[in-house]
């Protein structure tokens, strides 16, 4: 059985009596064990209170994606957070963490600091052990990973050490040829695209699907590309969103029917974390969206994961298999505002 909230450190893992957690860390994890007990202004205004549930949040490695904007807006209405970091990322994330390098985005509304049950090591391109190839098992990258870290394995360390979930997350996506249009894409790369970026989804619930109470949810994030052409979003990315949101209406009656499970996607609108930084020119699309939504102001994170905090909660208990849109309106857009096409001469 895992040890208490108390003794273990805010990343997970047990601590023994040479421990280096600093006097402040341990005033931290001895307020894990009130988090619970608090009213947060999530649950105060919200009316949003997922205390005693614990969510599995897969792809956070680091504190500016959405990743860790839903796990803290989770955490806000007392959720117990696990986390599933890319392995090749697992010892930056954790270093950062302890040296306090998310201190102040991990602060809570009542002051305490988000802390984690367990960050596992993971990589949900690989559905179980024996289809990681030998380069990649032996690779010093990979060396962060203290056992099974495909998803099938995550799912079962997660069984074992802290028995159901109520929650998954993915905030997943990954396309290595995603600076290229869809007409100079490979097969490999187009194939890549899909298998990290929507096929991951269907393997986390298929494998975290036996660990779900019932009534739980699965949220994943999409955007507007699945449907509209955003050229220079290639590698087949767009393809990959695509799928994504129609794998979310098959799932949400398949794993409705057999766990008692919601799920659905969110549509969010462009934001500058590290992995949007990867399309090369993420900037731009957030300049175009605040010209041109309904709303004439740059997406905050913070946006998108009370958003998913609702979904997550009993609140949002009937929706299933919807794509939410969550992008300032610029989803309704039939024309750019800024278009040098409605230029007039005076």
Known sequence: MPTSCASR????????????VSVGT?????ACSQATATVSEVQRVLGIDLRGKKAFVAGVADDKGFGWAISKALAEAGCEIILGTWVPALKIFETSYR????????????????????????????????????EIRTNKRYEAADGDFSVAGVAKRVKE?????DIIVHSLANGPEVQKPLLETSRHGYLSAVSASSYSFVSMVQHFGPLMNKGGAAISLTYLASERVIPGYGGGMSSAKAALESDTQVLAFEAGRKYGMRVNTISAGPLGSRAARAIGFIDDMINYSVANAPMEKELGANEVANVAAFLCSPLASAITGSCIYVDNGLNTMGLAMDSKALERDE
């Open 99 to 134: 040296r306090g390098k998310f201190d102040e985005s991990a602060t809570l509304s009542d002051g305490t600091k988000m802390t984690f049950k367990h960050v596992y090591p993971m990589d949900a391109v690989f559905d179980t052990l024996a289809d990681v190839p030998e």
């Open 161 to 165: 050490d802290y028995g159901n979930v």
């Open 26 to 30: 341990r005033r931290n994890l001895s």
């Open 9 to 20: 450190s805010p990343l997970g893992g047990s601590r023994g009596p040479t421990s280096d």
